[in-house]
């Protein structure tokens, strides 16, 4: 358990981000790894990075063993030339704690802070975060490396951020004795005694019934149909124990450099850590992402994670950490980013309200794990095809620095999204294994995505008022207040649409009684009397469209069936439900409807709910987003098709890349990105 | 090793599942844990009961941590007032001795007694059945507690039957250091000297020869290519340790309640333990079964193992001691039973012997791993379809009572069934590895039950002189005597159908010398030179059919071709011979038929041999199974079809379910039953 | 690191092979384990050996628990017996050091010699193998059995030859805490300084640099993203521990009895360890094959593998010492050989310049783990298909003794291989996980095997100055030295092929800068701007023909385009090049033509190089190979085809195996071989 965000340090963190975007504007770079080169090579670093526009770099990020070669003796002569020759060249860093990847000589002399799996297996020293978050040893010793770097660069020019860690979520969860008496504290401190542990975790079932907490393990492997209360948990302990030691060295910066924002990079994956507890402990969100070129639906997809990390913080702009300027290496075949793709990606960020973006990294290492990993400065050089779209994305972000620190007009629409009940609903044993999250809320946010229609990412027991759609995807677990933070936003007007499996156990993964879905059953005006999962594949006929994954039977109490299974045990049935109550009205869907199907059930329940596009008319595959600054609404339009793009403007507008305008009808090339402002 | 049967004891059993069968009809009820649930659910519980027609429930099969929350410590007060509720209601219990699931306290005293898995993991508490069945720990704690149980409840009202331990064959098979002590005594007491376990072993292959028992180890992984006879009496020891566990159990019972009949529930899957070693010690079969409701075959498949529960004892009437109201939990995606099936699934098990028809569970659980399995009393309670089910099976089986204790008429055919020969025949390194019993032996018994044949199941050295026809499937392990077994059957007049890849091991899993296969040449009049195993999915052709997954080559010395192989390497060659011995015929596969082959193949053998259906003329998808009470011949005729369809009786009969009748001419609706009686 | 080789030892060895070559002829025989076996089957062994025409067997490789069933006690007795009875029928005896599987009693007294997997799992014993080769108490134990094994049958008139050990290559890669120190030793005579290893292992990268040598671990997984350089080395470091292995027991048998020669079996897959090193150390290279008789490319696969064992020492004859007569037991399905194959595949690795026929095994186990692989004589007996075989195969080779020692005259092509760039190419984390060596060089060897043509195998370092026609595939690891080898080839008149992803990194896995590929850029005239590999089974259309699996943005530096892309990114960009160079021609593929495409391309190339076939005209299906004697050229031609083929010879010719012709126009029926020399 961590402390409660305190928002008087929140507004002083937003403050110092402030002042780094005035600084900085959008911030461009990378991550600058120079103790992977002789020093020789570091002046030219300097200059290629002036060339390419970059304003910001990541420094350090795993250069424990070279800061601090053996215990306690360190050795900064090497980095203070480089923050010097940084400052020199008007770059500013964004400087690590170094703590993401602890030295040889500390995992020799403390084998017992390696990362245990769940199958038991030790993850051996040799990749990197191999620790256990919940060793002191490993805390100890970061804490005292980040108060090193702390007080020698606490005055340094070059100094703007601190870096924290590495993609703590990317720490695979341990396991060892260690984490087990941390998890007993952690449940101590949730639940003070065993009798509200055996409570939470329905250890009445199978003799689980706990003496004490000293009886308590990690849920180590095998173990076939393990308590679920017992995963989610631990699932809950380990996104904290990655926080706080977060935190550790967060209350180090902070007492050193109180003026100087810190954060750290959450990976790809949203999965691992629970995202809203997070959030208010960084002073910008900074986020790691590698869509794959070779996935046609990359930039859709990923769109759903940029749309988190704008909400994550309540819309405040956040900060492109990590992306590949071309292929990654760590998937089977690694796709090439094609010519244009990376300048369109990254204005995709920007559109979805990025204040910086940045790579990994700036020059492509010669050896080691990552060798194959694109870099701004690859291989062949900067005669190169990478390093001028580099170079030319530079310039381009340099001209629209009025952009920094715009926030998006308020979005028509938001998807609920809650990490706990995303961990339980991909537990074992239920009645099917293909309900993933992700899944469900591509359903809902791609149809959005396409329509041109802005969505932000809420959490299920925020103020929703201000929303007019507010769509539910796979809310298995929801607390009862959280049930009723939904009810009451239909009873005063809200459109609601939830999918099925919504409100079925409580926060220890207990179903709430009462029949499926009991804490909605009253909003949406129907009861579930049993699932029926389709097999893989499987498809059912509706009276419009069709649908997958699941169905189920559903006992209307009021809702009307605006849809109907026409195929299958439950034809006839309802299939997709509408229910008033209040002012509002509640969507219900029992089955995952296809793509197209989707789209047209969301278009009108859109109208219905009087939520529009950014801009009207958009054609397939060009996506528009709007940023307002101090001087007004700017439109950032992208088309991700393969062949040129028509628009219609509702005004004149002028494109501020070109300078070109003001036009009403609008010609995008393939790949190509307008920043529009009205005329 | 485990001591031989003792007939008397068998027929004091007997008698006592007589004395229990009149009091109770054919019982109906399911597992009960009313720990899951607060005392104020109880009285409801058994009003539930009651209206559904429940007879006997099954208590406390993981109960040991609620009623010994502490070492010594015994707390029954609850179990007294749910048991007493019970006995007020009429309803009888089937009193767990609760030792499946060690409770915390004991695993974290004493953790060397958990399972060890083949590749070295422990299984970890946090599921269920984690013990090591060698353990002198778990065996004394065991024992203890039974005896405990024992002495508290021997004279309840209540108390019907005792069930032990819960699905023994699905503890995983432990490797640990005490697993290692246990199998080095039980080889001891099997082999003698280690001189006789080198010659068993084979073990002057790749110089595996043992100096003392000390130097054996169980057969941990990962070793390629590891000593199959060692493996094979690793799954004789499994099996035999387990049904050690049981045992000890048992005598406590039997020693302070002798006049209880005792059980344990063999689980759904019949491979992992030797049910003709156990069959002797229960005093009726109790058989846990889940048919999935989306396999079109799941009738016909588990026909075969209801087949093998009536054989075990000799065509005593066994319980369906589990079954799920509709769907369960642990497959990848859980269909849901139709309705009507868990009636037509129910009577199933009725027309092949059973006298119980129970399920898991009473009342679905709100929490815990199971939570999504269904129950007789939903999440959604006692107004949902699945009650209603349950509430209309439990009439019907009331009035049904005149089948309990029916035996079934003698069948003609019979199939050979044999544990080690199963375990040897999937071991590593054979000509194929599609090799899988189950397969070989639905191959036989599906087309006997598409005719409506009744078939027993019965052990390689049984007398067979009363069947007609006898049907051998891989019974790649066999015993010189019981070899010899089957020789003398055909000799004195029998019908044989013998599959290919039967004969070839002693049973230590040596060859047995003298060409292919040395015990039946003379028994089926050829030997084979050689395997050709087919490709994944290939067929070949015969001249009359097809065939797959193998063929080899034959030479005939006596028999004659019945088919020939028309594609392939062998072309021209005998695939179907037919030998006459004696009195009787030796029929031989040498390839697995496709079903349309087999289906004539065996019509043809089977009136040869003069084996008829249960009754004549049932259309496709039409099952019926006769039981003889003492006033008569009943017949069971359910309809497995989604269509209608029509029988025509060879005499007049009456329905009991329905009253309706006399007929001749019977009409069943989709999944439909009937309960037949000559009027 | 282990010792240089010695030429007057390789040249002492080349002489006693010599000698063995003129006892033996082409040797025939197999393994022959009588110890599996009662006595008095020994007499019928050597009755058939000499009715099969056996002249050479391997005797003992698993009987270390049988000669020494107590640790140091020995019996020696039972094979004294056997070698007698060898030898008083004129077999002669390949005799084992025994040491390839520990007894019980060893591993039993010291189970710190089993193997650890990267895993942690420890490999038990059961199989073989199981030892770790960096164990001191394996290798003291080895080198006393060889030396008791060697002094004891020093001057026994059977002992032809000393086979150590057992397929070394197939033991498990070990990891224990042994080999950790042993690996920390081998690095530090590699390195010198842990400076040295920190670069060569670029541990700058994610914070490995090691503060001394005493930190570094195997490469146990699990690791995500592990260090490539320190896998590599753990390969290369695992080669030569299994080598110390077999010099151990090598330099006993060396000094007990100088004249015999000494050798081991290479197992059939050339990837674990590298043949280049071993084989200055074994006398005469010998072989374990294993085509597969469903796999209908199995006899062009095996095809370059019997290349390679050529090539080692040069084009000395090498012995193909095990093969099966029929099935194998140890893949999922075992297909039998079809009548002929035996003969046929025998006389194609005569045909690649085996002198030495062998099998494994004599007689077909009893019992075991290997039961169900066939054998000389199988469970059957010698009224079987496969003894009729083997005997008449014997009958022929005895009649080819003049094949014997013949050398196949120079090849005009060479496939350069080089293990540690095997090794390094198909690590992980790489542009695509499609690159595996073998499919690359098989694109490479196919067409020339397709069209008749004789190739050898060289080392990249190799003197290539008499090769027409080099051909590279994926040279991913290359040493500066090596690349300027190749260069120089060219420049001096050679015609170089050199498929994509050569030339990458230099023997650290550190890449070559400069532009990829660096060391090859002058040679080949050209740069390679970015990788893009291909998706699964995707394909690009090429000017001529089609390519997969990869593509890479080619700039050209003064070659030409002999072929482009002409669909997906890099449409019209080049696929196939060709570059002038001084008296040469350096030809680059930038993707893996189809095999068709493949095909006409190499006939190109080869006709500019002047490269032919050992026999023109020959249909598709019919192989033929030289093979020079000191009475002149002989041809052996092999129809792999299933119809009849014609072949319409340059010259008259005879056929030594019928004693007919002289003809012109050869007829040969499915799978006959004819031995041809010219009239």
Same mark, same amino acid.
């Given at each position: 358990?961590?402390?409660?965000?305190?928002?008087?340090?929140?507004?002083?963190?937003?403050?110092?981000?402030?002042? #780094? &975007?005035?600084? #900085?504007?959008?911030?461009?770079?990378?991550?600058?790894?120079?103790?992977?080169?002789?020093?020789?090579?570091?002046?030219?670093?300097?200059?290629?990075?002036?060339?390419?526009?970059?304003?910001?770099?990541?420094?350090?990020?795993?250069?424990?063993?070279?800061?601090?070669? !053996?215990?306690?003796?360190?050795?900064?002569?090497?980095?203070?030339?480089?923050?010097?020759?940084?400052?020199?060249?008007?770059?500013?860093?964004?400087?690590?704690?170094?703590?993401?990847?602890?030295?040889?000589?500390?995992?020799?002399?403390?084998?017992?802070?390696?990362?245990?799996?769940?199958?038991?297996?030790?993850?051996?020293?040799?990749?990197?975060?191999?620790?256990?978050?919940?060793?002191?040893?490993?805390?100890?010793? *970061?804490? &005292?490396?980040?108060?090193?770097?702390?007080?020698?660069?606490?005055?340094?020019?070059?100094?703007?951020?601190?870096?924290? =860690?590495?993609?703590?979520?990317?720490?695979?969860?341990?396991?060892?004795?260690?984490?087990?008496?941390?998890?007993?504290?952690?449940?101590?401190?949730?639940?003070?005694?065993?009798?509200?542990?055996?409570?939470?975790?329905?250890?009445?079932?199978?003799?689980?019934?706990? =003496?004490?907490?000293?009886?308590?393990?990690?849920?180590?492997?095998?173990?076939?149909?393990?308590?679920?209360?017992?995963?989610?948990?631990?699932?809950?302990?380990?996104?904290?124990?990655?926080?706080?030691?977060?935190?550790?060295?967060?209350?180090?910066?902070?007492?050193?450099? %109180?003026?100087?924002?810190?954060?750290?990079?959450?990976?790809?994956?949203?999965?691992?850590?629970?995202?809203?507890?997070?959030?208010?402990?960084?002073?910008?969100?900074?986020?790691?992402?590698? %869509?794959?070129?070779?996935?046609?639906?990359?930039?859709?997809?990923?769109?759903?994670?940029?749309?988190?990390?704008?909400?994550?913080?309540?819309?405040?702009?956040?900060?492109?950490?990590?992306?590949?300027?071309?292929?990654?290496?760590?998937?089977?075949?690694?796709?090439?980013?094609?010519?244009?793709?990376?300048?369109?990606?990254?204005?995709?960020?920007?559109?979805?309200?990025?204040?910086?973006?940045?790579?990994?990294?700036?020059?492509?290492?010669?050896g080691g794990a990552e060798k194959f990993h694109s870099?701004?400065? %690859?291989?062949?050089?900067?005669?190169?095809?990478?390093? !001028?779209?580099?170079?030319?994305?530079?310039?381009?972000?340099?001209?629209?620095? *009025?952009?920094?620190?715009?926030?998006?007009?308020r979005a028509g629409a938001a998807i609920v999204l809650?990490?706990?009940?995303?961990?339980?609903?991909?537990?074992?044993?239920?009645?099917?294994?293909?309900?993933?999250?992700?899944?469900?809320?591509w359903a809902c946010h791609r149809p959005l995505y396409?329509?041109?229609?802005?969505?932000?990412?809420?959490?299920?027991?925020?103020?929703?008022?201000?929303?007019?759609?507010?769509?539910?995807?796979?809310?298995?677990?929801?607390?009862?207040?959280?049930?009723?933070?939904?009810?009451?936003?239909?009873?005063?007007?809200?459109? #609601?649409?939830?999918?099925?499996?919504?409100?079925?156990?409580?926060?220890?993964? !207990?179903?709430?009684? =009462?029949?499926?879905?009991?804490?909605?059953? &009253?909003?949406?005006?129907?009861?579930?009397?049993?699932? &029926?999962?389709?097999?893989?594949?499987?498809?059912?006929?509706?009276?419009?469209?069709?649908?997958?994954?699941?169905?189920?039977?559903?006992?209307?109490?009021?809702?009307?069936?605006?849809?109907?299974?026409?195929?299958?045990?439950? *034809?006839?049935?309802?299939?997709?439900?509408?229910?008033?109550?209040?002012?509002?009205?509640?969507?219900?869907?029992?089955?995952?409807?296809?793509?197209?199907?989707?789209?047209?059930?969301?278009?009108?329940?859109?109208?219905?709910?009087?939520?529009?596009?950014?801009?009207?008319?958009?054609?397939?595959?060009?996506?528009?987003?709007?940023?307002?600054?101090?001087?007004?609404?700017?439109?950032?339009?992208?088309?991700?098709?393969?062949?040129?793009?028509?628009?219609?403007?509702?005004?004149?507008?002028?494109?501020?890349?070109?300078?070109?305008?003001?036009?009403?009808?609008?010609?995008?090339?393939?790949?190509?990105?307008?920043?529009?402002?009205?005329?």
């Amino acid at each position: 358990m961590t402390a409660p965000p305190d928002h008087a340090k929140e507004n002083h963190g937003m403050d110092m981000i402030a002042r #780094l &975007r005035d600084r #900085l504007g959008i911030a461009y770079g990378g991550d600058y790894n120079p103790e992977q080169w002789p020093e020789e090579v570091w002046e030219d670093d300097v200059r290629l990075m002036k060339e390419a526009g970059v304003s910001l770099v990541s420094v350090g990020i795993f250069s424990w063993a070279s800061v601090e070669p !053996r215990p306690g003796e360190y050795d900064f002569g090497w980095l203070d030339r480089v923050l010097d020759r940084l400052a020199g060249g008007g770059v500013a860093a964004c400087l690590a704690t170094m703590t993401a990847s602890p030295p040889p000589w500390l995992t020799a002399r403390h084998p017992e802070m390696l990362t245990v799996r769940a199958d038991g297996q030790t993850i051996t020293p040799g990749g990197r975060q191999h620790y256990c978050p919940s060793s002191p040893v490993y805390r100890e010793h *970061a804490a &005292r490396l980040a108060e090193e770097v702390a007080v020698r660069y606490a005055g340094h020019p070059a100094l703007a951020m601190w870096h924290v =860690g590495n993609e703590y979520g990317n720490v695979i969860p341990c396991h060892c004795e260690v984490s087990a008496a941390a998890f007993r504290r952690w449940l101590e401190a949730r639940y003070g005694s065993v009798e509200e542990l055996n409570d939470a975790w329905s250890t009445s079932f199978w003799a689980q019934r706990y =003496g004490s907490f000293e009886e308590v393990l990690p849920p180590r492997s095998p173990a076939p149909f393990r308590n679920p209360a017992h995963n989610l948990d631990y699932a809950r302990f380990t996104s904290d124990e990655l926080l706080a030691c977060y935190l550790v060295e967060k209350e180090v910066l902070e007492r050193v450099t %109180p003026h100087v924002p810190v954060t750290t990079n959450f990976p790809p994956s949203l999965r691992p850590v629970d995202l809203w507890t997070w959030a208010p402990h960084v002073d910008a969100i900074a986020y790691d992402a590698y %869509p794959d070129p070779a996935d046609p639906d990359a930039a859709a997809k990923v769109a759903f994670n940029y749309d988190v990390m704008r909400s994550l913080r309540g819309g405040q702009p956040w900060l492109l950490m990590e992306q590949a300027p071309s292929a990654v290496n760590w998937r089977p075949r690694n796709a090439a980013k094609p010519p244009g793709t990376m300048r369109l990606w990254s204005w995709q960020a920007v559109a979805h309200g990025a204040d910086a973006i940045m790579f990994f990294q700036w020059r492509q290492s010669r050896g080691g794990a990552e060798k194959f990993h694109s870099a701004m400065v %690859p291989h062949g050089g900067p005669s190169t095809r990478t390093f !001028r779209e580099v170079r030319g994305l530079g310039r381009e972000l340099a001209a629209a620095r *009025a952009l920094a620190g715009a926030r998006a007009p308020r979005a028509g629409a938001a998807i609920v999204l809650d990490w706990p009940s995303w961990w339980a609903l991909e537990g074992e044993a239920h009645p099917s294994s293909d309900l993933r999250f992700l899944d469900a809320a591509w359903a809902c946010h791609r149809p959005l995505y396409d329509a041109g229609v802005a969505c932000d990412v809420v959490r299920p027991d925020a103020d929703l008022s201000g929303y007019p759609l507010v769509l539910v995807p796979n809310l298995y677990l929801v607390s009862e207040e959280a049930g009723r933070n939904l009810e009451r936003y239909v009873e005063e007007g809200g459109t #609601l649409v939830m999918s099925f499996f919504s409100g079925i156990v409580d926060p220890c993964d !207990r179903v709430h009684m =009462g029949g499926y879905p009991a804490p909605f059953r &009253r909003t949406l005006g129907l009861r579930v009397e049993e699932f &029926r999962p389709l097999a893989e594949d499987e498809q059912v006929g509706l009276s419009e469209g069709a649908g997958g994954v699941w169905t189920e039977e559903v006992v209307l109490e009021g809702a009307e069936a605006v849809a109907s299974f026409t195929s299958g045990a439950l *034809a006839g049935g309802p299939a997709v439900t509408r229910n008033r109550l209040g002012r509002g009205t509640a969507w219900y869907l029992a089955t995952r409807p296809v793509p197209a199907t989707m789209r047209a059930l969301l278009d009108r329940v859109r109208e219905e709910a009087g939520v529009g596009p950014v801009l009207p008319g958009l054609p397939d595959g060009v996506q528009a987003r709007a940023r307002r600054s101090a001087d007004g609404l700017r439109y950032v339009v992208l088309n991700h098709g393969s062949t040129e793009a028509t628009v219609e403007l509702p005004a004149p507008m002028r494109d501020e890349l070109s300078g070109a305008g003001p036009f009403t009808t609008l010609h995008l090339a393939a790949r190509d990105v307008k920043l529009l402002r009205p005329a």
